[in-house]
């Protein structure tokens, strides 16, 4: 069964120590790093904040995502692996991959998780495991090409909470108004 699909309505905002955290606990988790490039970390991390946002009314990180060619990728995830990498924490390495570059990521630390819950943790598992199992990385991109992607320019925030408009059937022009407006109001703050 995949763990990715209905719950929430609650705004976050980023925690960047909880998103380091948790980008330092997939990397730790791929004992193997040649099975989580950036693609793999990047999805992991938006269906284990939507799947959390959903289930319990906030996401792990509050991070908001911006649409890349590959899918949702976390707004400031360059900026945490270089603080990991800064720390000594993490390691990443420059590979090819059928004729692709691939960063290969190594968690040179165990994680401290107790800024999370059991429930938090066993959600990330359960992701991580069903993605690292069960897809590539050009497979696992493709299922993040929903309707909220698919309606994003390149570049353009994806707030956590834009992926219940996809769980409620196809988007309308009101919808995406509403979007617009409410991404208007979180990033004016």
């Not at 988790?29 to 289930?55: E, H």
């Not at 991109?141 to 992607?149: F, R």
């Not at 994003?152 to 409620?168: D, H, R, T």
Request: proline residues 4%; neutral net charge.
């Amino acid at each position: 069964m995949s763990p990715i699909k209905g719950k929430a309505v609650i705004k976050d905002r980023i925690n960047t120590d909880r998103l380091k955290t948790l980008v330092l606990y997939v990397c730790f988790l791929a004992k193997d790093p040649a099975v989580l490039g950036a693609t793999k970390l990047n999805k992991i991390l938006w269906y284990s904040d939507v799947i959390t946002y959903r289930d319990r009314g906030k996401s792990l990180t509050g991070e908001t995502y911006i649409k890349h060619f590959y899918g949702p990728v976390p707004k400031h995830i360059d900026s945490v692996i270089q603080k990991l990498q800064d720390e000594k924490k993490l390691a990443v390495r420059e590979v090819g991959a059928w004729g692709y570059p691939k960063k290969e990521f190594f968690a040179l630390s165990k994680p401290e998780l107790s800024a999370f819950d059991p429930e938090e943790i066993s959600i990330v598992n359960e992701v991580a495991n069903y993605i690292f199992d069960r897809h590539t990385a050009s497979s696992i991109s493709n299922l993040s090409h929903d309707e909220i992607w698919k309606s994003a320019e390149l570049g353009e925030e994806i707030p956590i909470y834009a992926f219940l408009a996809s769980e409620l059937g196809e988007i309308t022009s009101e919808d995406m108004a509403w979007a617009r407006k409410k991404l208007s109001e979180s990033t004016s703050r």
